[in-house]
């Protein structure tokens, strides 16, 4: 049931938590942007214009005409490799069968698979914290509470089914990339068949290792340019996320809870050397992200401390932001 999961996520935890997400990419898009600003800048101004002043179709795409636009001026400037494109097959397989989960089948190692598994469960425990900020910050950006429906434990559990699949040939976890919710934000595009052909054309496009070494031959300056943008804007949301569902910071439990979220999840991404806070437990190494660090917390102050004052349900134009427009 939605309202019972959301009495412990509240716009006092969610919306710093969203804030949070933003705030700690931003140093990867500056980092990207570093390698060449002129790039970057292209991207950055290419996507203003087209979001601002564009019209029709250029109004919808302007991430895309960003990064084409920057990775012609790459090109021109001779900041592009297509070395590794030129020797890329056509056609092949986007993994190696030692690389997944079958091969354990050939040399099982019960000891590998045991530390594997206590270690992944605390990091699946914090990208659900990760989840449910994200889908608050998509239910703020389109307007529809999908926090209620289709409801938390169906967009959980796709996004564990998602993950259990894609473990099995070796890919990444799957993650609700808050990036994605600054994409809707710029171009309005809220319809979920949109994504459903982009994930399509995803699957399809990925045996084929020479486009994979095309999208790998773009510079980093400009992913850094348009992540720019993307990561500042996921921010934005959560500063919108708190605002809008008028968040009384005059609170002292609301600005302890809000103060401590920031601090520990940007703190701890930049002040430690592993930018995470790392600890053994029966000869097992445990890494938890400040985000999830920070996360948690706010999480359990909300719990403790007393003078809740959100409870979900009660205003459902505030829960999904009807009333207000990026």
């Known amino acids: 049931d939605a309202k019972k999961v959301m009495r412990y996520f509240p716009p006092i935890v969610t919306g710093p938590i969203i804030i949070s997400i933003g705030l700690t990419l931003s140093s990867s898009a500056i980092g990207n942007c570093n390698a060449n600003w002129l790039i970057a800048l292209v991207a950055i101004i290419v996507v203003i214009i087209c979001n601002i002043w564009g019209k029709g179709m250029v109004k919808i795409v302007p991430i895309l005409l960003g990064v084409v636009a920057s990775y012609v001026v790459a090109a021109i400037t001779g900041n592009v490799d297509f070395t590794a494109v030129k020797e890329a097959a056509w056609i092949g397989l986007p993994f190696k069968m030692e690389d997944t989960v079958f091969s354990i089948f050939k040399e099982p190692d019960t000891s590998l698979i045991i530390t594997s598994i206590v270690t992944i469960v605390p990091i699946a425990v914090a990208t659900i914290v990760e989840h449910i900020g994200d889908i608050s910050a998509i239910s703020s950006t389109v307007n529809i509470n999908y926090i209620k429906d289709p409801g938390l434990h169906r967009t959980l559990v796709g996004d564990g089914l998602a993950t259990t699949f894609a473990s099995l040939f070796g890919a990444p976890a799957n993650t609700t990339y808050g990036e ?6 710029l171009t309005k595009v809220y319809d979920p068949r949109v994504i459903r052909l982009a994930a399509l054309f995803s ?10 070494a095309l999208i790998s031959s773009m510079p980093a300056a400009t992913i850094g340019g348009i992540s720019l943008i993307l990561y500042g804007m996921i921010s934005a949301i959560g500063v919108r996320n708190v ?9 002292g439990r609301n ?6 979220i920031l601090v520990l999840s940007i703190g701890i991404k930049y002040g430690t050397e592993a930018e995470a806070i790392v600890f053994n437990i029966s000869n097992v190494t445990i890494s938890l992200s400040g985000l999830a660090v920070g996360a948690i917390i706010g999480i359990l102050l909300n719990a403790i401390l007393p003078g809740k004052d959100y409870e979900f349900g009660k205003d459902p134009r505030a829960d999904s932001s009807a009333d207000l427009k990026v």
């Not at 605002?243 to 609170?251: A, F």
């Open 203 to 212: 699957i399809l496009l990925s045996f084929s290792p020479k486009v994979a």
């Open 243 to 251: 605002v809008e569902n008028k968040v009384d910071l005059s609170k």
């Open 180 to 185: 994605n919710t600054g994409v809707l934000a």
């Open 255 to 260: 600005i302890i809870i809000a103060a401590l």
